[in-house]
């Protein structure tokens, strides 16, 4: 789709929730015009990065042991409504189908929140012998949630159109939480390849997944200073084999209740990257998922024969960075002005713009410019290919580096509830905690701001949890002054 009108300019990046919904639009990231609330149409462009977003999450499952499914989007009434904690969670929140056609159906179905129960039906004929265990499957489906809350683009949706969820069944408990710990490295490293930063946490017991013994997540920070949840691995513990019967004969011929794990990521994973890395020109997008990862912009002011020179050496070069590097280059060869196109190409984030000219021609070189920094420099066209190659993966780096330092330096130490309500403006507060439900509820009332939770490499995910006086202590509780261990609150999405 070629464009002449001049794109409108976007807010600068300091008012995030502009920013981003004009980002959106300008960059073909997703269309907000369909005329159901909460449902969004992903155009070309933003299809081809969530697709580049999810072939990563799916190549570390696989290499996992992971295997993919495709599950049904409707589930039968009476699987539905088996468990009694999952349907509390959800029931507020389904899409039924009645009829088929005028004629009204025996039995309702609901459109997937969430799997467990379509899955686990089938679970329970497949599974029969440890030597079935760990069973690990995944599928990436949509899932549909009548969300009450204000929706928001790939963020609160009622349509979520990418939700990649894992269903394992392992052996015990234990079996099981160490799949849960093993999911949450999986989605760190998937985030590291997005260069976005991650704090995991276990939630406090009320904010766990329904149906869960507990809920360990993983969050980013959002540049307006609330947290996004990108990440949940829950530990299912015997609930719901109990429930649907999935048992399986141990090494001493006896039938036991399987443990299980789910797990999920939807396109979240794609707001955070888009809005974590870009800038007031637009969108900055690490080199892997780029779906355009070179622009070569033809200089062309010279003389008819010059200029075709100029072209044969784009060409040339596109040619060998995709077909000798695997790159994937284009030219823009369009007769708008440079300046024009590399306003576009910026607005997408692609992270290397070449530029050739005559001049440039002349001295045998070619003009590289880096996204993130902006950063141009000369090179010797012959050592393009090998120069875009280390600059994509310092790219990735760099950003990874800068998106940390500033996660760093927006979580603070609090002793009070109101410097956690003053800190919480601009990040992560951590604050002391006795881990009584009661004084984490009011923590919560008081400042109007979510305990995210205990965060990781405390020993979050061993049967107890932490406990006050383990070697965490961190001061008094806000609320009954006795010792309480550092928790995580934040503002969130
Ligand atoms: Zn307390």
């Not at 976007?10 to 960059?27: D, Q, R, V």
């Not at 990874?400 to 309500?421: G, P, W």
């Not at 009011?442 to 109007?448: L, V």
Request: glycine share 6%; charged share 25%.
């Amino acid at each position: 789709m070629k464009k002449n009108v001049q794109q409108p300019q976007l807010p600068p990046k300091a008012e995030f929730s502009e920013w981003y919904h004009e980002l959106l639009a300008a960059a073909g990231i997703l269309d907000v015009r369909y005329p159901v609330k909460g449902l969004y149409v992903w155009p070309p462009f933003g299809f081809g990065l969530r697709n580049k977003i999810y072939s990563i999450i799916r190549e570390l499952l696989n290499r996992d042991g992971h295997e993919e499914v495709l599950f049904p989007l409707l589930i039968p009434e009476n699987e539905f409504m088996k468990e009694a904690e999952h349907i509390k969670g959800f029931e507020d929140e389904v899409y039924w189908v009645t009829h088929g056609g005028t004629t009204p159906l025996e039995m309702k179905l609901a459109l997937r929140p969430t799997s467990e129960t379509a899955i686990y039906p089938m679970y329970k004929l497949w599974v029969r012998s440890h030597a079935d265990l760990p069973m690990k499957l995944y599928q990436v489906v949509n899932t549909f949630r009548y969300e009450t809350k204000h929706t928001r683009p790939l963020i609160r949706l009622r349509e979520i159109t990418s939700f990649k969820e894992a269903h394992t069944v392992n052996t015990d408990w234990n079996d099981a939480a160490k799949q849960v710990d093993r999911a949450i490295e999986i989605y760190q490293e998937f985030y590291r390849r997005l260069a976005v930063p991650t704090i995991v946490s276990k939630r406090p017991d009320w904010d766990k997944f329904p149906g869960a013994d507990y809920t360990l997540a993983v969050d980013c920070l959002m540049p307006d200073g609330r947290v996004l949840q990108i990440g949940t691995a829950h530990h299912l513990a015997d609930n719901f084999a109990k429930t649907f019967e999935i048992t399986y004969e141990d090494i001493n011929g006896e039938q036991v209740y399987a443990h299980q794990t789910c797990y999920g990521i939807s396109e979240r994973s794609v707001a955070a990257t888009i809005s974590i890395h870009g800038d007031d020109r637009g969108l900055v997008l690490p080199p892997e998922v780029a779906p355009v990862q070179v622009v070569i912009i033809p200089v062309l002011f010279g003389e008819p024969d010059v200029n075709e020179k100029v072209l044969d050496s784009c060409m040339s070069l596109r040619d060998t960075l995709v077909n000798a590097h695997g790159i994937r280059s284009r030219i823009d060869d369009s007769d708008e002005r440079p300046g024009a196109k590399y306003y576009r190409w910026e607005l997408q984030g692609v992270p290397i713009r070449i530029e050739i000219g005559p001049r440039d021609l002349a001295q045998n070189s070619a003009m590289l410019v880096r996204r993130d920094t902006s950063e141009k420099r000369a090179i010797p066209i012959g050592e393009v290919a090998s120069e875009v190659a280390d600059c994509m993966d310092a790219m990735l780096a760099d950003m990874y580096r800068a998106a940390s330092q500033e996660l760093n330096s927006r979580i603070f130490d609090c002793e009070t509830l109101d410097e956690v309500k003053e800190k919480s403006v601009h990040g992560v507060a951590r604050v002391p905690w006795c881990l009584d439900r009661n004084c984490g509820l009011e923590m919560e009332d008081i400042t109007g701001i979510h305990i995210l939770g205990i965060p990781a490499g405390s020993q979050q995910s061993t049967s107890a949890g932490p406990r006050p006086g383990q070697g965490q202590e961190h001061g008094r509780c806000p609320i009954c002054g006795r010792e309480g261990i550092a928790v995580l609150m934040a503002r969130t999405y």
